[in-house]
């Protein structure tokens, strides 16, 4: 057995190369074997002599690239796991207990935005939609589901390997009927697919997503307007799948043509169904798993990169009021 230790100083800084609910400590130790503690403003490294060693090399690494930079995300972490391992890229390692996740970037229209997942999380949903015809994707508010799904059918859009987006919502909130709200159809289903919209322009620039919209190369519909349509050559988004009953989901899920992708992503824990009527999400994750050419991803709060604090309020919504009292003083 061998040990070794890092100084740092910052407390803030040690937080920073620990991760977020120390996710990057965890990837780190998983994929070389070691013991990692925090003593005394030191990262403390255990284990096989080799292993250490190149423990301490990637936490110097990450430390002096906080430095320059100020931030440390996955991404970074998932590099030099790969560069130190002797790969120059995190495709992984034949003397890693785990290897590296790899991390795709996606090429969106916009030149100045690159979209890379954050969490090894996020890089397994983003690899199962690129492997994948069809993928289930389940996870709490904050996960990346509807932004990194939408991006990859930008991406595929842009690469011409597929000839149209197709993002897919049911119109149902909190209870409410879209008979309620003012306006024509168009007024009345504009609120419940704006967060598609959001993450478009994100995408694109405007006049390119209003040609897009116009020429009917991306479509932004309810999810009871897809009965009796086949879609070939699609990238299909179903967001908020969680509220799509599960004769919905079998009419959305058979609209898939030749050459078409399928990406559907939904939160288990915010259902707004009716009591008695089950989420064809959670049936579809259930009945289909077994399936070749199906990929099914389970999305964590270790990947909720969003406000620090949506983690915090997922836990403890999870834990319940007692969880939620317990958060509050501590």
């Given at each position: 057995?061998?040990?070794?230790?890092?100084?740092?100083?910052?407390?803030?800084?040690?937080?920073?190369?620990?991760?977020?609910?120390?996710?990057?400590?965890?990837?780190?130790?998983?994929?070389?074997?070691?013991?990692?503690?925090?003593?005394?403003?030191?990262?403390?490294?255990?284990?096989?002599?080799?292993?250490?060693?190149?423990?301490?090399?990637?936490?110097?690494?990450?430390?002096?690239?906080?430095?320059?930079?100020?931030?440390?995300?996955?991404?970074?972490?998932?590099?030099?796991?790969?560069?130190?391992?002797?790969?120059?890229?995190?495709?992984?390692?034949?003397?890693?207990?785990?290897?590296?996740?790899?991390?795709?970037?996606?090429?969106?229209f916009?030149?100045?935005?690159?979209?890379?997942?954050?969490?090894?999380?996020?890089?397994?949903y983003?690899?199962?939609?690129?492997?994948?015809?069809?993928?289930?994707?389940?996870g709490?508010?904050?996960?990346?589901?509807?932004?990194?799904?939408?991006?990859?059918a930008?991406?595929?859009?842009?690469?011409?390997?597929?000839?149209?987006?197709?993002?897919?919502?049911?119109?149902?909130?909190?209870?409410?009927s879209?008979?309620?709200?003012?306006?024509?159809?168009?007024?009345?289903?504009?609120?419940?697919?704006?967060p598609?919209?959001?993450?478009?322009?994100?995408?694109?620039?405007?006049?390119?997503?209003?040609?897009?919209?116009?020429?009917?190369?991306?479509?932004?519909?309810?999810?009871?307007?897809?009965?009796?349509?086949?879609?070939?050559?699609?990238?299909?988004?179903?967001?908020?799948?969680?509220?799509?009953?599960?004769?919905?989901?079998?009419?959305?899920?058979?609209?898939?043509?030749?050459?078409?992708?399928?990406?559907?992503?939904?939160?288990?824990?915010?259902?707004?169904?009716?009591?008695?009527?089950?989420?064809?999400?959670?049936?579809?994750?259930?009945?289909?798993?077994?399936?070749?050419?199906?990929?099914?991803?389970?999305?964590?709060?270790?990947?909720?990169?969003?406000?620090?604090?949506?983690?915090?309020?997922?836990?403890?919504?999870?834990?319940?009021?007692?969880?939620?009292?317990?958060?509050?003083?501590?």
């Amino acid at each position: 057995m061998s040990e070794a230790s890092i100084s740092v100083d910052d407390p803030q800084a040690l937080l920073s190369l620990f991760g977020p609910r120390d996710q990057h400590l965890r990837r780190i130790r998983e994929a070389l074997d070691v013991r990692i503690a925090s003593r005394n403003g030191q990262i403390v490294v255990e284990g096989a002599e080799q292993s250490v060693a190149k423990a301490t090399d990637i936490f110097e690494q990450l430390k002096a690239f906080l430095t320059q930079h100020g931030n440390l995300d996955f991404a970074e972490v998932e590099r030099t796991l790969g560069n130190v391992l002797g790969h120059g890229s995190a495709n992984g390692s034949a003397d890693a207990k785990g290897p590296p996740v790899e991390i795709p970037t996606i090429d969106v229209f916009q030149a100045s935005r690159k979209v890379q997942p954050k969490t090894a999380g996020q890089a397994r949903y983003i690899r199962s939609i690129l492997d994948h015809d069809v993928v289930l994707a389940a996870g709490p508010a904050g996960t990346g589901k509807t932004y990194l799904a939408v991006a990859t059918a930008v991406a595929a859009l842009k690469a011409e390997k597929v000839k149209k987006i197709v993002l897919v919502r049911p119109a149902v909130e909190a209870g409410e009927s879209l008979g309620y709200l003012p306006g024509d159809m168009q007024a009345k289903i504009n609120p419940y697919l704006r967060p598609l919209l959001d993450s478009l322009r994100e995408m694109m620039d405007y006049e390119m997503l209003k040609r897009f919209t116009e020429q009917d190369v991306i479509e932004v519909v309810p999810l009871a307007y897809m009965r009796g349509r086949t879609l070939n050559d699609a990238f299909i988004i179903l967001d908020e799948a969680q509220n799509a009953t599960i004769s919905q989901m079998k009419m959305f899920l058979t609209r898939m043509g030749r050459s078409s992708k399928i990406v559907v992503s939904g939160d288990m824990t915010q259902v707004d169904l009716p009591s008695h009527t089950q989420s064809g999400l959670v049936d579809a994750m259930r009945r289909l798993g077994g399936i070749e050419g199906i990929g099914i991803i389970t999305l964590s709060g270790a990947d909720i990169v969003r406000h620090r604090l949506v983690q915090e309020i997922v836990r403890a919504y999870d834990e319940g009021p007692a969880g939620a009292k317990r958060q509050k003083h501590n």
